[in-house]
């Protein structure tokens, strides 16, 4: 074999190439070793993990004693900031150690505010859900259902959580945000019943109709096509259901009318025309006496007779101005009757409520107001408990205690609603304390 060829410098390529080699490995671990001494928090004190652990401190001690979703969302931010100062601590660090122990404290942290922006969330989604009501009964439903998820999440945070204060502030409001949507759930099941009904008696008033041929088969009729329209009045406003029935009582309240006018004509003018004054003499007389099934019946009959009487008689001129005034007056005497059955429901339901061990109230029902006043005795009773459960700091008896109120109140509030009378509530020394307005 021949000779290695040389350089013309007289350095073979080998021994250059090793020789470069060489020098390239000891510059980079040079250069390494340089970049690791420089990472922060490698050398000497670390000024990096103070901070860090100054700042979170801070931040959840903020929103500790000052809980806002603002100061959670705040708190998250700046834990996300403290964990990305953190990683910047190399694994070479005689700080490492510390800082993982630190990075973990922070990340369960950072799960615990997580745990309460989820009900949050729930909340958020709930309420935009309410926005430009009325609603359907299944909307009603799926916020309601949505408000007790936010809520049991809720009542899963402990107290060694950071954003406990603020769960508990929101557990009362979400609360009381679900006891709103129930109530609006009621009344928008209740529109629905009641709209049913009266489809229900318009389908059996329209099959009267088509077989009426007496005084007694129109009667009843009438009878269904009232039944249709009260149950179109018992629609509470303000839901979907109200919509219906306006455009039903459209239909409805000619048919009523209708109704009204079609007799059978079975008896002479004369004796039509006096069987009608000597009836509507007599509902006269049982509405003075608030005897309102009496009037209402006695009306309808007046109504029947006058609708008789044939044309080109003497009593057809007197005919329809009499249906018209006997229909005025049966109106106010359904109107009566049902406000007697609103004041016997409150009789009884404010009976039930004020009953009690001490006894919890006294009352007065009218037809224009309903006053209720709150015992001596059970006012101190209830003062009493409230102390005690805040010097033992006891959250389950205040809870409870405050569950009892609000079912006084929310039942109050709900025989104001159901009678549509205003309720007054005083307290022992008669000074107005809450005032329900009824429909």
Not at 203 to 226: C, F, K, M, N
């Amino acid at each position: 074999m021949g000779a290695t060829p040389h350089s013309e410098s007289g350095f073979d390529r080998p021994s250059l190439t090793l020789a470069l080699v060489t020098l390239s490995a000891g510059v980079l671990a040079l250069l390494g070793a340089s970049w690791a001494l420089t990472r922060p928090c490698v050398l000497g004190s670390c000024e990096r993990l103070q901070r860090v652990e100054e700042m979170s401190g801070e931040t959840l001690q903020e929103l500790t004693e000052s809980p806002s979703t603002d100061a959670l969302s705040e708190a998250q931010q700046q834990l996300e900031a403290a964990r990305r100062q953190l990683d910047g601590i190399p694994p070479w660090s005689r700080h490492h150690r510390r800082s993982r122990r630190l990075l973990d404290r922070l990340e369960g942290r950072s799960q615990q505010l997580q745990a309460a922006r989820s009900p949050l969330g729930l909340a958020y989604q709930a309420a935009l859900l309410s926005q430009n009501p009325p609603h359907s009964i299944e909307e009603w439903q799926e916020m309601e259902r949505l408000w007790l998820d936010a809520i049991a999440e809720l009542e899963t945070i402990d107290p060694e959580n950071p954003a406990y204060p603020l769960a508990r502030a929101k557990l009362s409001e979400y609360r009381d945000n679900l006891a709103a949507v129930q109530q609006r759930a009621i009344l928008e099941r209740r529109g629905q019943e009641q709209v049913e009904a009266a489809q229900l008696a318009a389908e059996v008033a329209r099959t009267q109709e088509g077989q009426a041929r007496d005084l007694e088969t129109w009667q009843e009729t009438y009878a269904s096509w009232r039944n249709a329209v009260g149950a179109l009045m018992r629609v509470p406003p303000q839901t979907t259901a109200q919509r219906d029935a306006r455009q039903l009582f459209q239909s409805y309240g000619p048919q009523l009318m209708s109704s009204e006018q079609r007799h059978r004509q079975e008896q002479a003018a004369q004796t039509l025309h006096q069987q009608g004054l000597r009836l509507a003499d007599e509902a006269r007389v049982a509405q003075d006496a608030q005897q309102w099934d009496t009037a209402i019946a006695k009306w309808q009959q007046a109504i029947a007779y006058m609708q008789q009487i044939p044309e080109n008689t003497a009593y057809s001129d007197q005919r329809r101005p009499l249906i018209q005034g006997y229909t005025n007056a049966l109106v106010q005497a359904i109107a009566q009757q049902q406000i007697s059955e609103a004041m016997n429901r409150a009789q009884a339901d404010l009976q039930r409520l004020c009953n009690g061990a001490p006894q919890i109230c006294e009352y007065e029902v009218r037809r224009d107001r309903l006053q209720v006043k709150l015992l001596p005795e059970y006012v101190s009773r209830v003062q009493e408990l409230d102390r005690q459960a805040n010097r033992q700091n006891n959250e389950a008896a205040q809870q409870q205690l405050n569950q009892h109120v609000r079912r006084l109140i929310d039942g109050l509030e709900l025989v104001s609603l159901n009678t549509g009378i205003r309720l007054t509530v005083l307290d022992p020394d008669g000074e107005e304390v809450a005032r329900f307005a009824g429909n």
